[in-house]
């Protein structure tokens, strides 16, 4: 899977640039220009790689004339010591492209990582593991990749890209005179036809209110594990859900097993850890 993108392409412009702003001050002053060699991206650690062909990408924007071998896939659980890339070329290009690359592939992996250990616990369940828009702002196109590739399921990607209606809208309305019906009903007269409308809940009678005004969907906001259970069953079929908050790799299985059908995990993006990867270089 490839996910190079003309707004990817742009993200990896300005990476570079903001590391190379007036060049390799480093390298320019001990190197001789035309010192050549090669370097293999390395795994260190048990992981899901993501972003391979982006970090590929870095190298051969940095030096066209680099020669850069993709040596493992995307969304692949690989051990310590697992070659990932190989590069060879003049050694300054090769050195100056390092640290951008290593960031891309190191936080991209972390995320797939983190993706995975979630998708495999809930594994036989109905539920789908869904990351958020908590990401790392300008990033968010490359992290909702990592967490595809890893077997999650994007949410919303922006603020058009969907309705819901969450605690703070409700308040506003409801210091106007309205409440949860009113918003449902004003979601579906105002948004382009088809768009879903789904509403964010934190109590049972929450949840029912909202599916009988019209919802689409619920997202249960920082429920319990009986609360969710109680509230699938008052709710019935029809409608979708979704189960948000608090919920960690140890709870994800009960929240499943309450019967939601999506399970939205922030973490996945805000808060996963760097997979450690490092890159070798021995000159020619």
Known sequence: ??????????????????????????TQSILPPNVTGSAVARAKQ???IAGIEIAAAVFTRVDGTLFVEVLNT???WVEPGTDLLRIEGRAPAILAAERVALNFLQHLSGIATMTALFVQEIAGAKAKIIDTRKTTPGLR?????????????NHR????????????????????????????????TNAPH??????????????????????DALLFDNMSTQEMADAVHAVGDGIIIEASGGVTLDRVKAVAETGVDLISVGALTHSSLALDISLGFEPA
């Open 194 to 215: 088809g768009t879903r409308v789904q509403v964010e809940v934190a109590t049972v009678e929450e949840a029912v209110e909202a599916a009988n005004a019209g919802a």
């Open 141 to 153: 196109v490359m992290e909702k990749y990592a967490v595809r590739v890893a077997g999650g399921f």
């Open 157 to 188: 990607f922006n603020l058009s890209d969907g309705i819901l209606i969450k605690d703070n809208h409700i308040a506003t309305l409801e210091a106007l005179g309205g409440g949860v019906t009113q918003a449902i009903q004003g979601a579906k």
């Open 1 to 26: 899977m490839k996910p190079l993108t003309l707004e990817i392409d742009r993200i990896i412009e300005r990476a570079i640039e903001e590391d190379l702003t007036w060049g390799d001050l480093t």
């Open 74 to 76: 995307d969304g692949v």
């Open 46 to 48: 048990r992981g899901v």
